[in-house]
């Protein structure tokens, strides 16, 4: 069973950039779909980017177009999700999650089709 780590959040000033680790422990990364979603105080979970298994395929929210990348280190086991041009509303915790697919080029944009989850990191970006 694979368990997930996120790491690297913390408080940066609008217009700032922090990069989140999601390590993985136990099993390989390379056959996971990875997600990132974000949820802040009073509202619901919300998805930010995903990743195919390779890497080669990726998609983001609009709101985190232009500003936010993720990539994936299948060696490493890590995925990363390097934010830049930080703003207020970016403010929430941040959670990877990923799901053991048998094709690569397939991403995941949903949450409820995630079955494994990190515990999440906190991200606050002051104004």
């Known amino acids: 069973q694979v368990q997930l780590v996120e790491s690297g959040g913390g408080l940066v000033q609008a217009g700032g950039s922090l990069r989140l680790s999601c390590a993985a422990s136990?099993?390989?990364?390379?056959?996971?779909?990875m997600g990132w979603f974000r949820q802040a105080p009073g509202k619901e979970r919300e998805f930010v980017a995903a990743i195919s298994r390779s890497g080669r395929a990726t998609y983001y929210a609009n709101s985190v177009k232009g500003r936010f990348a993720t990539s994936r280190d299948n060696v490493k086991n890590i995925v990363y999700l390097q934010m830049n041009s930080l703003k207020p509303e970016d403010t929430a915790v941040y959670y990877c999650?990923?799901?053991?697919?048998?094709?690569?080029?397939?991403?995941?944009?949903?949450?409820?089709?995630?079955?494994?989850w990190g515990q999440g990191t906190q991200v606050t970006v002051s104004s």
């Open positions: 136990g099993r390989t990364l390379s056959t996971y779909a």
């Open positions: 999650a990923a799901r053991e697919l048998s094709t690569d080029w397939n991403i995941i944009l949903t949450s409820y089709e995630y079955d494994l």
